[in-house]
């Protein structure tokens, strides 16, 4: 009798586990189909997962266990290569897009797409969310005192002594030191020189990187504001990072009342001096939002991809010596009275651009950029309903050996005279909303791997440590590592 009633509970429990598999898994989906089934064009194939959380968990799980293409993989073993899927991520229902000419179709069209990002993330960084017109002017503001060849010259001098000073001291440590910590110290260093000037007090720079680094924790997490939870504490501290933020806007604006700026002229000036399409200053609060979004892109991103340079190029000592030996080139020609680096000479750096180039696909740093239908969209067959998040899934296409033979194989030689087709490469984005400051992240990173290869190697202590790629691709031990000297030039 009681091995009757065993029967009978496994199979109930069965019966119960299938029903809650099939019947509420799938409930979300119908919604959706019965939903749109008027539209001229069906939703493409997918999975929208549970009714409320969609496909968070197995988003979650996927990303953080270090096995991240499972994701899409998935999608594309059960429903064929359509390049376009149905899900519901974030909160909303979505479709992802992995075929690299609809993402390009996707970025590059203005009119029917805008800035969509996870409401966390919109809430921390509010530039996010800005309109096609505020995007032009934010466009503007940047291109101008950032990223014109007399600007990238001032902060390579610059960017050169933060390197310099910061591999000297890295090397002076007699214990391991977090890589990527100790990068994002470097790369908030150089950002904040050119944002705010080198004359700001060291301890307002590391009370601002503290609430930043807060800050960056929260950007993909449930945006529930009470205490205890992660995006609470983001948004305490982003009022923080404001706060000291707008101070240091009241001083520079003081300083240029008084015509104190001097030689310490940086981004902040150029700003406080701008006006808009109606003839106005900026206000504050723009202002503020301006410098926290610069900060955010020119930061983390930048940070993550000079450790996996250092990482690909240590796990690979045949691509590290070439790297090496066009470094050790340029040296040898340069004139005896020239002792720092030129625009010219990091034009010269073809085969370690090719090098960062082929870390960002291998890295992926940025797994998606988000966008939003602003009306029904038709697209290869499939439409994509006004409101609902569009999900360039970077990933998938940097990973696909249609575009990119052994994807899994780290080859910087691959970029020789590269012509893939438009959309295949995604890591700044593609159309008129091309990351502004790509130019400058290429910079710097190429200034740091230029020092460190000439003078430096790393020495990990896990070097098979596990990977996560939540909120971003990281070893789980930050790169654990020692930062060897091994010559002086």
């Not at 409401?119 to 950032?146: C, D, G, K, Y």
């Not at 908030?188 to 503290?210: A, R, W």
């Amino acid at each position: 009798m009681e091995l009757y009633w065993a029967w009978v509970s496994a199979a109930t429990l069965a019966t119960c586990y299938v029903f809650v598999d099939i019947f509420l898994r799938r409930l979300n989906g119908w919604y959706y189909d019965l939903k749109l089934c008027k539209k001229q064009h069906p939703l493409p194939p997918g999975d929208m997962g549970w009714p409320l959380i969609g496909n968070l968990i197995s988003f979650y799980k996927d990303f953080s266990s270090g096995h991240p293409n499972s994701f899409t993989n998935n999608l594309l073993l059960k429903y064929g290569q359509s390049g376009m899927y149905k899900t519901h991520l974030f909160g909303k229902p979505s479709i992802i897009v992995c075929e690299a000419e609809i993402c390009r179709r996707v970025l590059t069209d203005d009119v029917n797409f805008k800035f969509a990002y996870p409401e966390s993330l919109r809430q921390l960084i509010p530039v996010q969310s800005i309109s096609r017109a505020e995007h032009r002017q934010f466009r503007r503001l940047i291109n101008t005192p950032i990223m014109n060849h007399q600007a990238l010259a001032v902060y390579l001098e610059r960017i050169e002594n933060i390197m310099i000073n910061s591999l000297e001291e890295l090397s002076s440590m007699k214990h391991p030191v977090e890589l990527l910590k100790e990068m994002k110290k470097v790369t908030f260093k150089v950002i904040i020189d050119i944002l705010m000037g080198t004359s700001i007090p060291h301890m307002i720079t590391q009370n601002m990187e503290s609430f930043f680094a807060e800050l960056c924790n929260g950007m993909l997490s449930a945006p529930i504001n009470a205490p205890g939870f992660v995006y609470h504490k983001a948004l305490k501290a982003r009022k923080k990072l404001a706060k000291t933020v707008q101070s240091v806007v009241d001083e520079r604006r003081l300083k240029s009342k008084n015509g104190q700026e001097g030689k310490d002229k940086a981004f902040i000036d150029s700003v406080l001096e701008v006006n808009d399409e109606n003839g106005r200053k900026l206000e504050d609060g723009y202002i503020i939002d301006l410098l926290i979004a610069i900060l955010f892109a020119g930061h983390e991103t930048s940070a993550t991809t000079m450790m996996w340079t250092i990482v690909y190029l240590t796990q690979h000592p045949h691509i590290l010596n070439k790297a090496k030996e066009e470094q050790e080139k340029i040296m040898k020609v340069r004139v005896s009275s020239q002792t720092r680096l030129n625009l010219q000479e990091i034009k010269q750096m073809v085969y370690l651009s090719q090098v960062i180039d082929e870390t960002l696909r291998c890295a992926n740093i940025v797994f998606s950029m988000f966008r939003e239908a602003t009306s029904d969209v038709n697209m290869s067959g499939y439409v994509i309903p006004k409101g609902w998040r569009v999900l360039i899934w970077g990933r998938a296409v940097h990973m696909d050996p249609e575009n990119y033979p052994n994807p899994e194989e780290f080859n910087p030689s691959r970029w020789d005279d590269y012509h893939g087709k438009a959309g295949t490469s995604l890591p700044f984005g593609v159309g008129s909303r091309l990351c502004p400051g790509k130019d400058l992240a290429k910079l710097e990173i190429s200034i740091f791997l230029h020092y460190f290869l000439l003078n430096y190697k790393l020495e990990r202590i896990n070097p098979d440590c596990p990977i996560t790629f939540l909120p971003i691709p990281k070893p789980v031990d930050n790169c654990l590592a020692k930062v060897i000297k091994v010559s002086c030039n």
